[in-house]
């Protein structure tokens, strides 16, 4: 399924969208390359818990996930983390505060536009779990669950459910 109707150069209806990685005009010649968007994620934790935000909006819209976003242009992912974490969490983080874990690409449907994200996941250790949501419009919810107890139905995005599942003891 194309994300495009028409050329958004000569308006043309003679397009290709092959595998949603490269957009072609077949009369103009004009390409778009939709590449895939970078993020991160960051796994907090305090003691054997791991802290999940529930999502309140789409997509996945009630489903768990972990605090972030997408990394904005001349930000590094640690500029990015931290950022997203002070804005969602009014947490303020330093980058060598994050311990890489690893990247896991992801599928991100945003008003029908198929988003293909690589999320960069981080942890971070909390001294406490007395945490507040900043960001309501985008945080339903925010819930510390034991490792041993992370159930990965409940998690919205198939970069984190891998990423708990690889990384953290989780039930299936």
Known sequence: MSIFKYCPNCKSENIEFPNNVRFICNDCNFTYYHNIAAAVAIVFTFEDNVLFTVRNVDPDKGKWDLPGGFIDPGENAE???CREINEELGIEVKPNDLKY????PNNYL?????????????ECPLQ?????????????DLI????????INQIGFVSIRKVMEENYKTKI
């Open 101 to 104: 874990i690893t990247t896991s």
């Open 110 to 122: 945003y008003k029908n536009v198929p988003y293909r994200t690589m999320d960069i996941f981080y």
């Open 79 to 81: 500029e990015a983390a």
């Open 144 to 151: 510390w669950v034991k490792r041993l107890e992370i159930d």
């Open 128 to 140: 406490t779990n007395v945490i507040s949501i900043n960001a309501e419009d985008e945080i339903q």
